[in-house]
């Protein structure tokens, strides 16, 4: 071809507008060419993720806790990690005294596996020794709740529970379950006076008379007197008559302490806020229980028989009084 032919078809190519040299055409290359530049350059510089899982159980196995998370890499991350590396990292941190990097590992699995009680126990551990206090009281009665077999976890959680919370019925359990030794005497006592000073009232008539029905040696009856006294007479009830007087010797009335100081003290104050038939009831039924002369104190509050009433109702309760006579001749005391 002369070189005047190949002029006239370069010419003839631009004039009837080749779309491989048009403007648009050049620029699209030149884009494909740099994003091929850019993903060459990108993959370059990525590191491999070299492990994962098996790589990360190598490493815990040897101790080296500290690369662990790094080998689980985006196993840990994002919003659905995986369980198994969750509790990898969680057994790598525990080892190495992380208890933060352990709560926060934990908290994320038992979001998966919330109804695994062995975990719940170990996450309430955790936060106990992450220092989250709150936190570790509501897995702990979470645990306490939810577990039924006997254990040494269900009794640790529920002596924790005793020991930080305000929740009666966990006592109650630990008595079914353990027994009524001194340390669940040791244990109601301390939760009694957490509740006293806290001002929770049903709470308080509640564990005292749990304290009552399991625990029956006059010496210990009188320590739950006492604190019941204290607590009406600071004004730990509240002002709510029925809470501040009625109660508080009804609560007590059937138990036969060492001392009837507090007994009589609360008998004092309730006696102008029943009624004459509910203060006799209550003296009668004690008297019965006691079975041995009570104190001048005490035993004066016989003399609501004589006041005003219906005749049918003195009548029963002159009766009832007689009844009484064998239990004080034999009393030593003259005051009696």
Same mark, same amino acid.
């Given at each position: 071809?002369?070189?005047?032919?190949?002029?006239?078809?370069?010419?003839?190519?631009?004039?009837?507008?080749?779309?491989?040299?048009?403007?648009? @055409?050049?620029?699209?290359?030149?884009?494909?060419?740099?994003?091929? +530049?850019?993903?060459?350059?990108?993959?370059?510089?990525?590191? /491999?993720?070299?492990?994962?899982?098996? !790589?990360?159980?190598?490493?815990?196995?040897?101790?080296?806790?500290?690369?662990?998370?790094?080998?689980?890499?985006?196993?840990?991350?994002?919003?659905?990690?995986?369980?198994?590396?969750?509790?990898?990292?969680?057994?790598?941190?525990?080892?190495?005294?992380?208890?933060?990097?352990?709560?926060?590992? =934990?908290?994320?699995?038992?979001?998966?596996?919330?109804?695994?009680?062995?975990?719940?126990?170990?996450?309430?551990?955790?936060?106990?020794?992450?220092?989250? %206090?709150?936190?570790?009281?509501?897995?702990?009665?979470?645990?306490?709740?939810?577990?039924?077999?006997?254990?040494?976890?269900?009794?640790?959680?529920?002596?924790?529970?005793?020991?930080? #919370?305000?929740?009666?019925?966990?006592?109650?359990?630990?008595?079914?379950?353990?027994?009524?030794?001194?340390?669940?005497?040791?244990?109601?006592?301390?939760?009694?006076?957490?509740?006293?000073?806290?001002?929770?009232?049903?709470?308080?008539?509640?564990?005292?008379?749990?304290?009552?029905?399991?625990?029956? @040696?006059?010496?210990?009856?009188? !320590?739950? @007197?006492?604190?019941?006294?204290?607590?009406?007479?600071?004004?730990?009830?509240?002002?709510?008559?029925?809470?501040?007087?009625?109660?508080? +010797?009804?609560?007590?009335?059937?138990? =036969?302490?060492? %001392?009837?100081?507090?007994?009589?003290?609360?008998?004092?104050?309730?006696?102008?806020?029943?009624?004459?038939?509910?203060?006799?009831?209550?003296?009668? %039924? @004690?008297?019965?229980?006691?079975?041995?002369?009570?104190?001048?104190?005490?035993?004066?509050?016989?003399?609501?028989?004589?006041?005003?009433?219906?005749?049918?109702?003195?009548?029963?309760? #002159?009766?009832?009084?007689?009844?009484?006579?064998?239990?004080? /001749?034999?009393?030593?005391?003259?005051? !009696?």
């Amino acid at each position: 071809m002369k070189t005047s032919d190949a002029s006239s078809i370069g010419r003839s190519s631009r004039r009837s507008g080749d779309p491989a040299q048009s403007p648009s @055409h050049r620029r699209f290359l030149a884009g494909i060419c740099l994003a091929a +530049i850019c993903a060459v350059l990108i993959s370059s510089s990525i590191t /491999p993720v070299v492990g994962g899982i098996p !790589e990360a159980k190598k490493l815990l196995d040897d101790k080296k806790y500290s690369e662990v998370d790094k080998a689980l890499g985006n196993a840990l991350r994002g919003k659905s990690p995986s369980p198994e590396a969750l509790q990898i990292s969680l057994d790598a941190a525990m080892a190495s005294g992380r208890f933060v990097t352990a709560q926060r590992r =934990v908290t994320s699995l038992l979001k998966v596996k919330g109804n695994d009680l062995d975990l719940v126990f170990r996450g309430a551990e955790i936060a106990r020794l992450a220092c989250q %206090d709150s936190l570790a009281l509501s897995r702990y009665l979470d645990y306490a709740q939810r577990s039924s077999a006997k254990s040494d976890k269900l009794r640790y959680a529920l002596a924790y529970v005793a020991a930080n #919370g305000k929740f009666p019925q966990q006592y109650k359990k630990y008595i079914r379950t353990y027994g009524k030794d001194e340390i669940a005497w040791s244990m109601g006592t301390n939760l009694l006076g957490r509740l006293i000073t806290d001002g929770e009232i049903n709470p308080t008539f509640d564990v005292a008379q749990t304290l009552l029905e399991n625990f029956r @040696h006059p010496r210990q009856v009188y !320590e739950v @007197h006492r604190r019941i006294q204290y607590a009406a007479e600071n004004n730990r009830l509240g002002s709510d008559v029925q809470n501040a007087y009625v109660l508080p +010797i009804k609560v007590i009335a059937r138990s =036969v302490p060492s %001392d009837y100081e507090s007994y009589g003290r609360l008998l004092a104050r309730a006696a102008s806020k029943i009624s004459r038939d509910d203060l006799l009831a209550i003296l009668f %039924d @004690h008297q019965q229980i006691a079975q041995k002369p009570l104190p001048s104190g005490v035993f004066g509050f016989f003399r609501e028989i004589r006041n005003p009433g219906s005749d049918e109702k003195k009548l029963a309760a #002159g009766r009832e009084f007689p009844a009484l006579g064998p239990i004080y /001749p034999n009393s030593t005391n003259p005051r !009696e």
